[in-house]
């Protein structure tokens, strides 16, 4: 008899023996500023610089990734002065234009059109989720057509990811 | 999308997380802290700026142990950000900025920076 009870109990105590197995995990919106090209000044005139291809330059590209969309706007600032040159006497001119190159996803195309500009700056809330490569130009003109001394020349492009 | 995101962390990129951090109170009364952890896949990067904002962009007061951390590629770094308690009310974006070395080469270079926002 007390065989059968001792059975019983371990039966019963087996049916609720139970192991909990925990699952996580994170999500987490992130954002990613990928240097895809590091540009180059082309010297297609004396007195100008130019990273656009058709002046012999490279067009620097940065990618953003964002893992969930909205959560993050895109902020890029072309330069509007050299981080390294030869003494300059004259005005720089500077023009500079952020452009959609490839996308993730093609939606993203809209960034063209919904992009916010002001100064030198470009701004683009980042609505979807995905990769978006921004090809960036940027061209100094210097003086009334005057010669750019000879040297080194070298300026910063800002990428930035803002949390929205 | 999620082996896309993997990729992109292969290449030359900056990561910088948690998007909200949020403040607590520190060991140290009268001042809030959160921890940020940076990321760095950039190869010609080596150096990142931290710094604190508010809605404007203006910097508001902080301390970590260091402001400008040195990372090498592929490394990972978590810091402690303090801000007092009355500055913490103004402080809004919490940014990483890679900061760039004078070079002789005639490229542009890319600075990035990646700002995550206080809840």
């Known amino acids: ?164 | 999308m999620i082996l896309l995101v993997a990729l992109s962390s292969d290449g030359s990129s900056h990561q910088w997380t948690p998007t909200y951090p949020t403040l607590k109170n520190s060991y140290v009364s009268g001042v809030f802290s959160t921890r940020m952890e940076l990321f760095n896949a950039r190869t010609d990067v080596s150096y990142y700026q931290v710094g604190v904002f508010d809605v404007d962009f203006k910097a508001v007061p902080f301390a970590a142990a260091e402001k400008i951390l040195k990372i090498e590629h592929l490394g990972r770094r978590s810091i402690d950000i303090f801000i007092r308690n009355k500055d913490a009310e103004r402080a809004v974006y919490i940014c990483s900025k890679s900061k760039l070395l004078s070079k002789g080469s005639a490229t542009t270079s890319i600075s990035s920076r990646i700002c995550s926002k206080i809840k």
């Open chain 1, 1 to 164: 008899m007390f065989k059968k009870i001792v059975l019983a109990s371990a039966i019963l105590c087996g049916g609720v023996i139970a192991q909990e197995v925990p699952i996580t995990g994170s999500v987490e919106s992130k954002c990613i500023v990928q240097t895809d090209t590091i540009g180059i000044y082309g010297n297609p005139t004396p007195s100008s610089l130019t990273t656009m291809s058709t002046g012999g330059g490279v067009t620097p590209i940065v990618r953003f990734d964002v893992i969930q969309a909205s959560f993050y706007k895109a902020r890029i600032t072309t330069p509007n002065g050299f981080s390294e040159s030869p003494a300059l006497s004259d005005v720089v001119t500077w023009t500079g234009d952020v452009a959609v190159g490839e996308v993730s996803d093609a939606n993203m195309s809209a960034y063209s059109t919904s992009k916010v500009v002001y100064d030198n700056t470009t701004e683009i809330d980042l609505t979807i989720a995905g990769s978006t490569w921004f090809n960036i130009t940027s061209t100094a003109d210097y003086g009334y057509d005057t010669a750019l001394p000879a040297g080194t020349y070298r300026a910063v492009v800002s990428a930035e990811c803002i949390a929205l």
